[in-house]
């Protein structure tokens, strides 16, 4: 993709203009990229991936310290541990399309770095900070509320949590107890999607049930489902 035709995306779909076409470059150069272009001017994405990490650890803490006002400490830092990470970034960083607009070196680009977790974080980091220099703390805050905040809603950020461990962390806080799973179900659907049904008991008394595309997944989603309840008793 052009810059013409990210920007463009931009636009379109998140409002975004920037003023400074130099930050918008900054942010999607990879120092191999210069390396291999000396006379061109400019820096590589680091020193505003720097800017962009604490302005998102700002943002995503501001939001969930309102969204939730009844977690405490503990929880809030969880969940933010859980959105600002490497595969968090780098999903929404191909959401948005920074994969296909990052400037790599011919090297870095026969290596597969366009589809690098690691680089698209950075990158996504270097793009929030550059957003942050171009328009401020109420331009990043629209484009999140766009990507990773709706993303809760539609609880994207459930992959990245082990909910098996939390489950039995809870329910052992007091002591043991004997936590087992039972797959009731296996079923096919017009599409062909396999769909299993588990449930999940302690001590033989069923908590929940829960459905995924595999018995793993449905051991998972039984696991939040019973700890959503158990919390909100």
């Not at 011919?106 to 690098?116: I, P, V």
């Amino acid at each position: 993709m052009s810059q013409a035709s990210f920007e463009k995306n931009l636009a379109e779909h998140y409002h975004i203009h920037f003023k400074n076409q130099t930050l918008l470059v900054e942010a999607l150069t990879q120092r191999n990229y210069l390396n291999e272009h000396p006379d061109e001017p400019g820096r590589d994405y680091q020193r505003l991936e720097f800017l962009g990490d604490a302005v998102m650890q700002e943002a995503v803490t501001e939001y969930l310290f309102k969204r939730y006002p009844d977690w405490h400490e503990g929880q809030l830092t969880e969940m933010r541990i859980t959105m600002v990470q490497t595969r968090s970034f780098a999903h929404f960083a191909r959401v948005i399309h920074l994969d296909e607009a990052i400037r790599l070196g011919k090297g870095e680009e026969m290596n597969g770095a366009r589809n690098r977790d690691s680089l698209l974080e950075d990158i996504w980091e270097a793009f929030i900070g550059a957003l942050y220099l171009d328009q401020g703390a109420d331009a990043v805050r629209e484009l999140l509320d766009q990507t990773l905040f709706a993303a809760i809603d539609d609880h994207f950020f459930d992959q990245f949590i082990d909910f098996k461990t939390r489950l039995q962390e809870y329910l052992q806080a007091q002591g043991t107890v004997e936590i087992s799973y039972q797959t009731e179900s296996d079923q096919v659907l017009p599409d062909h999607t396999q769909i299993f049904g588990v449930s999940v008991s302690v001590n033989d008394r069923l908590l929940a049930r829960g459905q995924g595309k595999s018995i793993k997944d449905a051991e998972k989603d039984a696991a939040r489902i019973a700890l959503e309840q158990l919390k909100a008793i």
